[in-house]
Structure formats: C-alpha cells, structure tokens
C-alpha cells in the first residue's frame, strides 16, 4: 500500500509562513512528478505548485514569489514553503505525486488526505 501523507498546516495570521511536508510511503520504485493542491470552502481544487523528478518547477500565478516548493527524493518527500501568507491561501492542502511500485507498472496518481492551512487576517 502506497500513501502520501501531509503534515505542517495550520492556523497563522496574515504575512505569516508555514511548511508543508509530504512524504511517500510503502513499496516505491520511483516517483515522477509531486505536487500541491488546494481547495478552499465551496471552490474546485486547484494546482499550488508542481516539481518533477528533474527538478523543473511550476506555480500558480496566485501563489509565485511567495511559495516554493522542493523535494528530497533520498526521502520520498515534497515541501511547500508557504511566505507572506494572506487570507486567500485559506484551503485544505493536498499533496499529490504520479509513482511506480514496480518497474513494470505505469505510473499511477496518488493523493494525501490534505491539510487544512488557515489564513487569519
């Protein structure tokens, strides 16, 4: 059994940070692409950010400047550094990675539970 499992969020005031973690467990033989969504109350989920193995690097253009992400592959594991933080990042935040449990096997989506990050202001 493989899952992604999220950690860091919070509740902190506007112009504040916070650190998401995200690490992959069980049988992996490799992981493509990870990444962080979002979804605020009453809102489709939407892209944060995005890294794939290579280390290229895509954002929301809500979120660029004040967000960057990053991943340890030694450690199966994604981080979302979250600066300068307004009310409108409040949103449950879900971890996201396309992996392989064997090297035969296409890669396959798998999501975190989601961690809820809330913005006061």
């Known amino acids: 059994q493989v899952q992604l499992v999220e950690s860091g969020g919070g509740l902190v005031q506007a112009g504040g940070s916070l650190r998401l973690s995200c690490v992959a467990s069980g049988s992996i033989f490799s992981i493509n692409a990870m990444g962080w969504y979002r979804q605020a109350s009453g809102k489709e989920r939407e892209l944060v950010a995005r890294?794939?193995?290579?280390?290229?690097?895509n954002y929301a253009d809500s979120v660029k400047g004040r967000f960057t992400i990053s991943r340890d592959n030694a450690k199966n594991t994604v981080y979302l550094q979250m600066n300068s933080l307004k009310p409108e990042d409040t949103a449950v935040y879900y971890c996201?990675?396309?992996?392989?449990?064997?090297?035969?096997?296409?890669?396959?989506?798998?999501w975190g539970q989601g961690t809820l990050v809330t913005v006061s202001s």
């Open positions: 890294t794939s193995d290579g280390g290229s690097t």
């Open positions: 996201n990675g396309n992996l392989k449990r064997t090297w035969s096997e296409t890669y396959l989506e798998v």
